[in-house]
């Protein structure tokens, strides 16, 4: 199903760590680590087609702007922070070679995309932007 939605091969492990109402996959938690090694920063990926459209046009709306310029700087910074502590936890000690770098999605500050966020919202995490997201998501049918 994973690679259904995604429309390709999987490239890393994973785990379906949200699902919806039917049990189909919502948000998938991604190896640190690609199947050749390359870093890969996004932990958690948002697979929903229906949420991805809607937060398609939520960031064509301005949304990635107006939800940085709405959010606590201090608050994304440490969603930032315990985003790549997880993510960060998960490699071997002994890895050797690049490593993924920077927060939710790979940024290191400010909002890169809300599905990032929203995702890592959704399978639990203490995310400003998610939260910012998940109070405006039914505006956008």
């Not at 199903?1 to 390709?8: A, D, I, N, P, S």
């Not at 390359?38 to 939520?58: A, F």
């Not at 070679?97 to 966020?117: D, E, F, I, N, S």
Request: net charge negative; hydrophobic share 35%; with cysteine.
């Amino acid at each position: 199903m994973v690679r259904k939605l995604l429309g390709r091969p999987p490239r890393a492990d994973f785990e379906v760590v949200v699902r919806g109402p039917t049990g189909w996959p919502v948000v998938i938690r991604n190896a640190p680590l690609l199947d050749d090694g390359t870093p890969m920063p996004t932990l958690y990926y948002l697979v929903d087609p229906e949420l991805l459209r809607r937060l398609g046009t939520m960031e064509a709306d301005g949304g990635v702007k107006t939800s940085e310029n709405e959010v606590s700087a201090d608050l994304l910074a440490a969603a930032h922070e315990s985003y790549a502590l997880e993510r960060d936890a998960m490699i071997d000690p002994e890895q050797h070679g690049p490593k993924p770098y920077g927060g939710v999605g790979g940024t290191r500050a400010g909002v890169k995309c809300l599905h990032a966020h929203y995702a890592y919202f959704l399978a639990g995490g203490k995310d400003p932007i998610g939260q910012w997201v998940a109070d405006r998501i039914e505006d956008y049918p």
